[in-house]
């Protein structure tokens, strides 16, 4: 992981971390970023391409059924018991996403008639088909770097997200999961470890640290309680990263510049990463020039965030500074918008 002490300006130590008053023109600015990417039109501000946003019904009137689990939104007061019955839907949102059809086809000297190729390919015959071209899928092997935000507001979001992803993606080799509050930390072992089942060493990042202690005694009722893989709970997970403090501000400026500078730092024209996040930087510089540098050094870079669009840019959220820099940005507001983004996430492979 990248040294606490990393800086905040364009320089490691060249200045202190500056508070940051957003304009009172920001939600404009996202509104107008999301528009063009949405209508896709020639000129948008930096590489944004493409939006997916919630296209479930708002303010028909009174419900008149049980509401959809899939639309819950994951940062309303919920308890444990209902987190449990969240998580049971994961696997069937696993499989809806399997059975979508893929896009990407290449020619192959086996596999389904390529229909399409069968008359371009015969222009030269007067379209006799002396040549039956064949498809299948084209195989291709990105790296994938899951930059995770696990504080307090969205560690649910997170929870749900592993374990989505985790069915198309296995931490390893080609996929890195870097979890942060204000600096970030490798975690890709432990959340292998914590999706795949496997025992955790004595003292390791994968085990479980315990439920939490009030000062006065008793137990304390924490977030991702109720998200459990192999006996442990997420929020159990996230206590037991080392370097991690979950209690720290949310600061990712700071974490951003702090994985620029680091060794591992996402890069390559393979690379994808894709970022989980609020966007609220506690009134710290955002530093977008960090994210800035990151995306010119990767292939592309897709954003979940799991507030409401109406929320961006509001307060202490920087998602107008991030949005020029980012490919794809999807709200990721409950499991369904989590589906979308980890479909996206597959589209882009």
Same mark, same amino acid.
């Given at each position: 992981a990248p040294?606490?002490?990393?800086? %905040?300006?364009?320089?490691?130590?060249?200045? +202190? +971390?500056?508070?940051?008053?957003?304009?009172? @023109?920001?939600?404009?600015?996202?509104?107008?970023?999301?528009?063009?990417a949405s209508l896709g039109e020639a000129r948008r501000a930096g590489r944004l391409r493409s939006v997916r946003l919630?296209?479930?019904?708002? @303010?028909?009137?009174?419900?008149?059924?049980?509401?959809?689990?899939? %639309?819950?939104?994951?940062?309303?007061?919920?308890?444990?018991?209902?987190?449990?019955?969240?998580?049971a839907l994961v696997p069937r949102i696993v499989e809806e996403i399997r059975l979508r059809k893929g896009r990407r086809l290449r020619r192959s000297a086996r596999g389904r008639l390529w229909m399409r190729r069968v008359f371009r390919e015969n222009v030269s015959s007067g379209g006799v088909p002396f040549v039956l071209p064949r498809r299948r899928r084209r195989t291709r092997r990105p790296k994938v770097v899951l930059l995770v935000d696990v504080s307090h507001s969205v560690a649910r979001a997170a929870g749900y997200f592993l374990q989505i992803a985790s069915a198309f993606l296995a931490p390893g080799r080609r996929a890195r999961v870097i979890a942060f509050v204000d600096r970030p930390v490798e975690a890709t072992r432990a959340v292998a470890r914590w999706l795949g089942g496997a025992a955790s060493e004595p003292g390791g990042a994968g085990q479980a640290a315990g439920p939490a202690a009030r000062p006065g005694g008793g137990r304390r009722r924490r977030r991702a309680e109720g998200i459990v893989s192999s006996g442990i709970p997420f929020a159990d997970l996230i206590e037991s990263l080392p370097g991690l403090d979950p209690e720290a501000p949310s600061d990712y400026g700071r974490t951003l510049h702090a994985l620029?500078?680091? +060794?591992?730092?996402?890069?390559?024209?393979?690379?994808?990463?894709?970022?989980?996040g609020d966007a609220r930087t506690n009134r710290f510089d955002p530093l +977008?020039?960090?994210?800035?540098?990151i995306s010119r050094r990767c292939r592309a870079v897709l954003w979940l965030n799991p507030e409401p669009r109406a929320r961006w840019s509001t307060a202490d959220s920087a998602m107008e500074d991030y949005l020029p820099h980012?490919?794809?940005?999807?709200?990721?507001? @409950?499991?369904?918008?989590?589906a979308r983004g980890v479909a996206e996430l597959l589209r882009s492979l």
């Open positions: 040294a606490a002490g990393a800086g %905040r300006g364009p320089r490691a130590g060249a200045e +202190p +971390p500056r508070r940051r008053r957003p304009g009172a @023109d920001a939600r404009d600015g996202v509104r107008r970023a999301l528009s063009a919630d296209r479930a019904p708002h @303010d028909r009137g009174p419900a008149t059924g049980p509401e959809d689990p899939l %639309r819950v939104p994951l940062a309303r007061p919920m308890s444990t018991e209902e987190e449990r019955r969240l998580a620029l500078e680091a +060794p591992l730092r996402p890069a390559g024209r393979d690379t994808i990463l894709v970022v989980l +977008p020039w960090a994210l800035e540098e980012v490919d794809t940005v999807v709200e990721a507001k @409950d499991l369904a918008g989590l």
